[in-house]
């Protein structure tokens, strides 16, 4: 059975009412990146308050959202394929879509952790808020289960090891020159087919089959591609 590894990003659920992490005006959700988005913001600067404040509302948001058609023919190909998502995204629509192998590269939004326990120490909370005092069996601050600026990302290996098995990637939803994308895609091995899924056009050295399409309907077609 072929290997598949989908990398996807904020342009599949995008389609599903997420906003995307950064806007054109360097805001996510009408808050500073940096504010909301780094390891400084929390252990530095003391604005833990705002920031638990943040991702219990994502929480809440996301418990209103629904996966796509992108996400729900993602999930499909594992009737013929041997499918590895790894996704940019912290929300959990893969996994409602019924993909059942997924790599998170940036946490995920419905899990929690100590402040300063190990990455790989995370509890599920479902869509339950984290509240200043919320404290682990240790003593520590729950903190979102989510990679910040200016934290290394643990997973980043796994899905290079991934790429590297693969015979086909695809990606969705996220442009080659944005990390880690761009670093992924050259652990593929020679003869690996690569196709990329976005309307937009893409600067690349890495050679690719671009579908210039949204998510849902690039999907569509990379589907009906596959099954010739």
Same mark, same amino acid.
């Given at each position: 059975?072929?290997?598949? #590894? %989908?990398?996807?990003? +904020?342009?599949?659920?995008?389609? /599903? ?17 940096? !504010? ?7 252990? #530095? ?9 943040? $991702? ?21 190909? !594992? ?15 893969? !996994?409602? *879509? ?13 899990? *929690? ?5 190990? $990455? $790989? ?25 989510? %990679?910040?600026?200016?934290?290394? #990302? ?5 899905? *290079?090891?991934? #790429? ?17 994308? +761009? ?21 690349? /050295? ?17 589907? !009906?591609?596959?099954?010739?």
């Amino acid at each position: 059975m072929k290997k598949i #590894v %989908v990398l996807s990003g +904020a342009g599949i659920s995008a389609e /599903s009412g997420i906003k995307t992490f950064r806007d054109s005006d360097g805001l996510w959700e009408n808050y500073p990146v940096e !504010e909301v988005a780094s390891s400084d913001s929390w252990y #530095v600067y003391g604005r833990k308050a705002l920031m638990l404040d943040f $991702y219990n509302q994502r929480r809440r948001d996301l418990r209103t959202r629904e996966p796509n058609k992108a996400h729900l023919i993602v999930a499909q190909l !594992e009737k013929d394929f041997k499918v590895t998502v790894a996704t940019q995204n912290i929300d959990n629509l893969h !996994e409602r *879509a019924g993909s059942t192998d997924i790599i998170h590269l940036h946490g995920e939004l419905t899990k *929690a952790r100590g402040e300063y326990s190990d $990455y $790989y120490s995370a509890v599920s909370i479902g869509y339950e808020d984290i509240r200043m005092g919320d404290k682990t069996p240790k003593g520590e601050q729950l903190r979102p289960h989510i %990679v910040w600026f200016g934290e290394a #990302v643990p997973e980043l290996d796994r899905a *290079a090891r991934a #790429v590297s098995e693969a015979d086909i990637m695809i990606i969705i939803g996220t442009s080659l020159n944005v990390y880690p994308a +761009a670093g992924l895609v050259h652990y593929t091995r020679p003869g690996c087919q690569i196709y990329l899924i976005d309307p937009k056009d893409v600067a690349s /050295s890495a050679r690719f089959t671009h579908i210039k399409e949204k998510a849902t309907v690039g999907m569509q077609k990379l589907k !009906e591609l596959l099954e010739k």
